[in-house]
């Protein structure tokens, strides 16, 4: 418990002023840094895992870092440097080739192997292109901080409801501890908290003109695939039979083990906006 309080105090005070400078200053190469590298950990602490199985080829190696980097990175590193559109391309029919030719090449590197990869490229690169957009937007640095008070509140309320009142297990295959009522108590309140949040701060601008039903109903969305997201965290470390995906963070586990529930959410925040935008 002390090395986690103390991690976690760490990581505040790196967090803090980066924030901070993003915030008052509109600074975003801290942030972009600090995204870079833990996008960067992520497919890695993925790999890792996948490799407790077997060794994968470095050409495998080689392509799950760069198209990581290039689904969460290249749209804001082009911005910055005024890089032509015509250098951007969708890179997930490179990706099937280079896996299909391995398979061929590789007779060690099977359909599970390559389907493992293009899932791990996916979700990492597709969760954190969700939140470096947020890091980019103009005042999406305040819709981050929405999207990690919702993963946050449901988190800590879940914890305490289910050991207050915890009698049902939720998903005792998955997460033995977890109960249905501290998921419930969890989403309840951090529906109220996180919408208080976004009603009274007037710099995130919502659909449909802030309505508090919609922001109510958004939130409560979004604090349940909080929970969905930590829990399919949870199904693939036990497939794997690992504790925790990483040790970057002493006490805590890895990127994945800090911001499984953060990722999610980010992502399903997003294009749920993305299709009500286009629908309306």
């Not at 915030?23 to 490799?51: C, P, Q, R, T, W």
């Not at 969708?90 to 090449?105: A, G, K, N, Q, R």
């Not at 049902?168 to 033995?176: E, F, R, V």
């Amino acid at each position: 418990m002390k090395q986690r309080v103390i991690t976690g105090l760490v990581i505040i005070l790196v967090l803090v002023p980066i924030f901070l400078s993003k915030i008052i200053y509109d600074i975003d190469h801290f942030i972009f840094i600090l995204g870079f590298i833990l996008g960067v950990v992520a497919i890695n602490e993925m790999i890792s895992m996948k490799e407790t199985e077997k060794n994968l080829p470095f050409e495998i190696h080689l392509l799950a870092y760069l198209s990581v980097i290039y689904l969460s990175f290249f749209n804001h590193f082009a911005d910055v440097f005024s890089l032509s559109t015509k250098y951007t391309f969708d890179i997930l029919p490179y990706v099937l080739i280079v896996l299909v030719v391995t398979m061929v090449l590789r007779r060690h590197f099977k359909l599970f192997d390559a389907t493992f990869i293009l899932f791990a490229i996916l979700y990492i690169g597709l969760t954190f292109q969700s939140l470096v957009y947020y890091f980019f937007k103009d005042q999406g640095i305040f819709e981050l901080l929405y999207i990690i008070l919702i993963a946050m509140f449901t988190d800590t309320f879940a914890y305490f409801s289910g050991t207050l009142f915890g009698k049902h297990k939720l998903c005792p295959s998955i997460s033995p501890k977890k109960t249905v009522e501290g998921s419930l108590g969890g989403t309840i309140i951090a529906t109220i908290l996180a919408s208080m949040y976004a009603i009274y701060f007037d710099k995130i601008i919502f659909l449909f003109d802030n309505s508090v039903i919609y922001i109510l109903i958004l939130t409560f969305i979004l604090s349940i695939s909080s929970q969905i997201g930590d829990l399919a965290a949870s199904v693939i470390k036990r497939q794997y039979k690992i504790k925790d995906y990483g040790n970057l963070f002493p006490g805590h586990g890895g990127v994945l083990d800090r911001l499984d529930s953060i990722l999610f959410t980010s992502l399903t925040y997003f294009y749920i906006t993305e299709l009500l935008t286009k629908l309306w």
